[in-house]
């Protein structure tokens, strides 16, 4: 009875209302793909960037500038492809200039200001964009739905197996909240929720192997990169005695709170479903 009161209560359904109405932006987008998703990625990691800059008051500072801008040039790369071999370079030449501020406006910044703006790039830049690439993959109309199964599918059932059955703390310095049952059912219900897509969409898309096998084997290693990437934004927040990122999605946070599974899966998913073509 008190685990269903917890499930019924106000901000468990503010929570779920929030959910759901990402859940229709998810789709909308995604489903449309090309210059709409990739207009969303973006404002989705500048705004995820402005986020973690802010935990340590770099978003609308110089070293913050330059983070931005590097940013909206790597998207430039992976969109038109006579700039796509230039990626490197471009990771190069950012450091390159938050250095160049560094020791131009010594002491004004510290070293770990410039390593989180870095961070910030590859973080919220780089490893978001996987979501609009595994989209634009030939199949990616199908196989970038593995990334939502993998992180919100995740994150859905072990929040309900966690209220529902959850005793053990998985990591409790980092998220007191999490339980080892909402761990296992996470990935459990990620799995079978693969499987099931795998059978609804039969042969749509080909694969060496067996599809259903397949998709099950990357909702599993999603689903558990997606926990640490829930993890590794709570040891960001813990680190710098935040409770949230931001307040853009009630219920939620802000987009690095609602995105850092996702942030972890896209990568991975992109590899994996890669490798196994």
């Not at 090309?34 to 990625?41: A, E, I, M, N």
């Not at 986020?51 to 940013?71: A, F, T």
Request: glycine share 10%; hydrophobic share 50%; aromatic share 12%.
């Amino acid at each position: 009875m008190d685990a269903l009161k917890r499930l019924l209560s106000k901000s468990t359904m503010i929570r779920l209302a929030s959910g759901l109405i990402l859940i229709l932006l998810a789709l909308v987008t995604v489903i449309i793909g090309g210059d709409v998703l990739y207009v969303t990625t973006i404002l989705l990691s500048l705004i995820g960037a402005g986020e973690l800059y802010k935990s340590i008051d770099m978003h609308n500072k110089l070293p913050g500038i330059v983070g931005y801008v590097s940013i909206i040039v790597y998207y430039l790369c992976i969109r038109f492809k006579e700039l796509s071999p230039w990626i490197l370079e471009l990771m190069i030449l950012s450091l390159m200039m938050l250095f160049i501020v560094f020791v131009f406006s010594y002491p004004k910044y510290k070293i770990s200001d410039i390593t989180i703006v870095l961070l910030g790039l590859l973080y919220t830049g780089v490893m978001m964009s996987y979501v609009y690439k595994v989209r634009m993959t030939p199949d990616g109309r199908l196989t970038v739905w593995l990334i939502y199964l993998c992180s919100w599918g995740c994150d859905t059932c072990a929040y309900i197996f966690g209220v529902m059955f959850g005793k053990h703390k998985m990591a409790p310095v980092l998220s007191p909240k999490k339980t080892v049952e909402g761990a296992v059912g996470g990935v459990f219900g990620s799995c079978l929720i693969g499987f099931l897509y795998a059978l609804y969409i039969g042969d749509r898309v080909r694969m060496s192997l067996d599809l259903r096998l397949v998709f099950v084997l990357v909702c599993l290693f999603g689903s558990l990169l997606s926990m640490v990437g829930d993890l590794t934004a709570s040891a960001i927040k813990r680190e710098k005695n935040i409770k949230d990122f931001g307040y853009i999605i009630p219920g939620h946070g802000g987009i690095l709170d609602r995105f850092d599974s996702i942030i972890f899966t896209a990568p991975i998913i992109w590899i994996l479903v890669e490798l196994m073509h």
